[in-house]
C-alpha cells in the first residue's frame, strides 16, 4: 500500500548487536525530526536503510536477504546499507539501484543529514519522540581486543569513546524525555575512556550518570570477565540505579580453547566472578555468550564446557555456533568443525541454557521486583513489564497509565515450564518499599 503521509517514507531493518539497535533509534529520530515519515519494512518506502551484522554467515545472509525484500516492495527505492557488512564487504552490493549509498560505520551518523539534503524537504515539521520506554546511549565502539574468531575490530576499527560531558548531556535528554530506564551500549564498554583526554575509566561514568537527578535506572548491555573490578564491585553493591543484571561472555570453558581464541582469562577465573557475583546478588540475571565448534573443539572439549557450565550460577545462555570470518586468524586454523556437529552442540546448550532460564524464573516465583512497564499488549488483558532483574512479566490487571512507571510487581505464577518460553505473571504490589525485594527460593 503507497504511503499517504506528507514528507518521504523510510524503513530501516537493523540486525546484529545492541550498539546496532542504539545507532538505528538515533537514525529514526533524526529523520523523523526532518520530515521524514516511517513505515514498517513490509510497506513500500522510498528509502530502505539496512543497519548490516558480520558476526556470522547467517547475518551476512539476513543482510543480503533484506535487500532483496525491499527491492520486491519497491523495484526504484533506494537502498542506504550501514553497519558491519556494509563496512568489510561493500563490493557484494555493486548492483545497488542508483542513489544507493554504503556507508562505513564511522559514517553512519550522517546518514539523516545525507538523506535530508537529497529530499530537500523545507520547513520539515516538528516529531514526536519515539515510543520506546527504554533508552539506549552508546557511550564507545570499536574494539582493541585481537579474538581470533572476531571480525568485529576490522568492521569498527580501534576502540574510542564520547567524552563524558557528551554522555551526560545525552542521558539527561533522555530523562527529560521521560525515559525510565537507559541502557548503556558499546562494543567492548569496558574500554570506556581509556582513549581520552585526560583519561576517564567507566566506573567514574557510572557514578556521574547514577548521580543525575530523576535518573529511573541504569542497565549494562554486557562487559568482559576481566573487567569486573573491585571499584567496581563496590559500586555495584551499593548503588540501587544499577540494574541487578550481568551479561558476562564466556565463549568457552575448556582453557585450551580459550587460549586459541585469544580470550585473557582461564575458566577458573571466569567461575570465581560468577560465584562471587551471585553470593552479592542472588536474585541478579547473570547471562553469557558462548560459542560452540570453534577449530580444534573436540568431543571432551565440548563435555568439559558443558559440564562446567552447567555447574555455574547462570540463568541464560547466548550460543552460537562458530562462524568462520574472512580477516580472522581462526579462518586459518586446522581442524574446522563440520556443521552438522556445531549444529549438534547449539542445539545441546541451547536445551542446557532453558533449562537455567526455567529455574531462575521458577526461583523468582513469590518474589517482588521493581518492574518497568513496557507497554499493553493488543490481543491479551495485560501489560508488559520488564523487572530490574531482565525478566519480562505479564502484569495482570494493571492500568494503561502505569506504561512508563516503575512499579513493584509481585510474581504468581509461571507457565510454560518443559514446554515453550517460559511465560512469568504478575500483579502491581501494595506491600513493597523501594530497597525491600522479598529474597526468592535459591538457584539450585
Known sequence: MKNTNPGPAFAIATLGCKVNKAESIQIQNDLRSHGWHEVPFTNQADVYIINTCTVTAKSDFQSRQLVRRALHRNPSARIMLIGCYAQTNPQVFADLPPGSLILGNRDKGKLAEILTSSANIPNPPSCGATDYTRAFLKIQDGCNGSCTYCVVPTARGQSFSQEA??????ARQMIASGYKEIVLTGIHIGYYGLDLVPPIDFVRLLEQLCALPGLGRLRISSLEPTEFSPKLLTLLSGNDKICPHFHIPLQS???RILQAMERNYSFARYQELLLKLHEMFPCAAKGADVIVGFPGEDE??????????EKLPLNYLHVFSYSRRPHTKAAHFLQQIPGKIKKQRSEILRHLGHEKRQRFYQSQTG??????????QRDDNYLLG??????????IGGEKELINQIVPVEIVKIEGVGAGFPRLFGTVSTNYTKGEETSPLPIP
Open 165 to 170: 560531558d557528551k554522555v551526560l548531556n545525552q
Open 253 to 255: 570453558a575448556d582453557d
Open 300 to 309: 571432551q572439549a565440548f563435555a568439559d564446557t558443558y559440564q562446567r557450565i
Open 367 to 376: 518474589s517482588i521486583r521493581p518492574a518497568l512497564i513496557l507497554k499493553q
Open 386 to 395: 520488564l523487572t530490574d532483574n531482565y525478566l519480562k512479566i505479564a502484569v
